[in-house]
């Protein structure tokens, strides 16, 4: 019998392809616009995984990784000397204009570690040492840096060349793979020395306090005593990605637009699956009922509904993830847009798609219910 409902289901082309490619779509509109969504979140906080520490101390005003109020340089040594703080050292972190050699300027986000211990380095270095920081007037540059600030060479910046930031020439020394700032400047690292002669003076420069907990304390306990004893706020890294993902829920309508264009994808297979598979059904009534007449039970046939219901979601689940997949592929390899596709993305997707499907088979178990086998003798 499941034979026969899957040869009624392959056998009305144009409904199977209706339904099939409605799916499709929703699964493809919700898959890729939530890994869209993920992958600009994920942009938000680009600054922790750029720059890894356990503990980030910050002005108690700061709300999220990506505003930065400064503090006194004495700040260090006052978490330094919190009970359960193994090591705390400065970072300054700023968007600082840089000069290229056809004369335009180029926004780029400046960061200066420790000079001593280089915590806060970049993630991934492709070419260079960096040691090489400790040299006078060196920085550091990721990829995006070499793209946009080699405008008007004969060739790409590598190690060795040069350009300006603030009139201060900046000689670069490396290259550095980094994950995309959020409002799409490249990174440029250098030490904290370097980083406040490069940077406009302010009467305070220091952006933030990276610290490691001693052993038999953790991070959190480090991070409640370094705010006990210096009311200054200290976020683990965890609890500043929430808060920075949180404070981006709260402060932007980035939420709410991908928001509707999901539920949306989600109305969407509802309707078209729904009601094509209604159609479907209708049909198919006079079949469905000589089957009935042949003593087919209601049961029997609406676990035959439902298998049609879920051969087209399953095909088109399929159809759209695999869309999804060939999109980030694509996207990846240019960094824009941005794209994360975690494995519950797809689940979440899958089960959507199988409420959709429950949802459109009972439209057509409900007509099983009230038909009468005595129908397939009419007229």
């Not at 300054?92 to 840089?98: L, N, S």
């Not at 250098?190 to 980083?195: G, K, P, V």
């Not at 996207?331 to 899958?350: D, H, I, R």
């Amino acid at each position: 019998m499941y034979h026969i409902a899957l040869k009624m289901l392959l056998g009305d082309k144009s409904k199977y392809v209706m339904l099939v490619g409605g799916l499709t779509f929703a699964a493809l509109l919700m898959t890729q616009q939530c890994g869209v969504f993920f992958g600009l979140l994920s942009w938000t906080t680009s600054h922790m995984r750029n720059m890894r520490a356990s503990i980030w101390v910050v002005d108690p005003k700061v709300e999220q990784i990506n505003e930065i109020k400064p503090m006194r340089d004495t700040d260090v040594n006052r978490v330094r000397s919190v009970t359960g703080v193994a090591y705390a050292v400065p970072l300054y972190t700023g968007v600082i204009q840089a000069r290229i050699n056809d004369g335009s300027f180029k926004p780029v986000e400046m960061i200066g570690i420790d000079s001593e211990t280089l915590i806060g380095r970049p993630p991934v270095i492709l070419s260079g040492r960096l040691e090489d920081l400790r040299l006078p007037n060196t920085v550091m540059i990721d990829e995006l840096a070499v793209q946009r600030l080699s405008a008007g060479h004969a060739h790409k910046l590598g190690i060795g060349d040069t350009f300006e930031i603030n009139d201060r020439e900046a000689r670069i020394i490396g290259i550095c793979k980094t994950d995309r700032h959020f409002f799409g400047y490249p990174y440029v690292f250098t030490t904290y020395d370097e980083a406040l002669q490069f940077a406009p003076k302010t009467r305070k420069m220091l952006s933030i306090v990276l610290a490691e907990p001693s052993p038999g304390f953790t991070a959190a306990q480090a991070a409640r005593a370094i705010e006990r004893e210096t009311l200054l706020k200290a976020y683990t890294e965890s609890e500043f990605n929430a808060a920075t993902v949180k404070w981006f829920f709260a402060n932007t309508g980035i939420p709410a637009s991908f928001g509707t264009t999901i539920i949306l994808g989600f109305i969407v297979g509802i309707a078209i699956a729904g009601q094509t598979f209604y159609s479907f059904v209708l049909e198919n009534l006079r079949h469905l009922a000589a089957l009935k007449a042949m003593g087919a039970s209601n049961g029997l046939l609406s676990r035959m509904l439902m298998l049609q219901a879920l051969t087209v979601g399953m095909i088109g689940y399929g159809l759209g993830v695999g869309l999804t997949t060939l999109f980030g592929l694509a996207v990846l390899k240019t960094g824009q847009p941005p794209f994360l596709l975690p494995y519950q993305l797809p689940l979440f997707t899958f089960v959507v798609i199988v409420l959709i499907c429950i949802f459109a088979a009972m439209l057509g178990i409900r007509k099983i219910y009230k038909l009468e086998p005595a129908v397939v003798f009419r007229g």
